[in-house]
């Protein structure tokens, strides 16, 4: 798997932390291992640019997702994933941050930055939040993936909650 994380956001995170929680995300979903991520960290007026370019809202967001081959996890009976590129994630620390102290979990910013990148991976493979029952799906599968890539880390304490709307 290819995956390049790049910090432009001038503020320190922890990049072996999403590029190994990325990595397990991708596994998990069964996409070909010689598929391509790129995951970009960038400052609030950055993501704020790309938020209102892209969803013409207002303000900097938490994480955005840009397919590329619109990849999607294979189903039980196929043999295997067609390869690809995935896209890009783009998160934003300052956002993370503050997201992870008003969460009902108390969690740190890489912890809220690992579930974000998550997230993205998820937007990326086709999935969104937007329907209930979507949500659920979504928000469900998104947990598994951290609670399983923090066990197998050794990670204890609780996995951060979803904060996203």
């Given at each position: 798997m290819s995956i390049d994380v790049n910090n432009e956001s001038g503020q320190e995170v922890d990049e072996q932390a999403i590029l190994g929680i990325a990595r397990y995300a991708l596994a998990r979903m069964r996409i070909h291992p010689l598929s391509e991520l790129s995951v970009i960290v960038v400052d609030t007026e950055a993501m704020e640019r790309l938020h209102v370019q892209w969803m013409d809202l207002p303000g900097p967001t938490d994480v955005m997702?840009?397919?590329m081959d619109e990849l999607r996890p294979p189903g039980k009976d196929d043999d295997e994933p067609p390869q690809g590129l995935l896209g890009d994630i783009v998160l934003c620390?300052?956002?993370a941050a503050r997201q992870?102290?008003?969460a009902p979990t108390a969690h740190t910013m890489d912890e809220e930055l690992q579930l974000l990148t998550v997230h993205g991976v998820l937007h990326l493979l086709g999935y969104d939040h937007e329907e209930p029952g979507e949500r659920a799906e979504m928000f469900g599968l998104q947990q598994a993936i951290v609670d399983?890539?923090?066990s197998e880390n050794g990670l204890t304490g609780p996995s951060p909650a979803p904060t996203l709307t």
């Open positions: 997702s840009f397919p620390p300052e956002v992870a102290e008003q399983g890539w923090r």
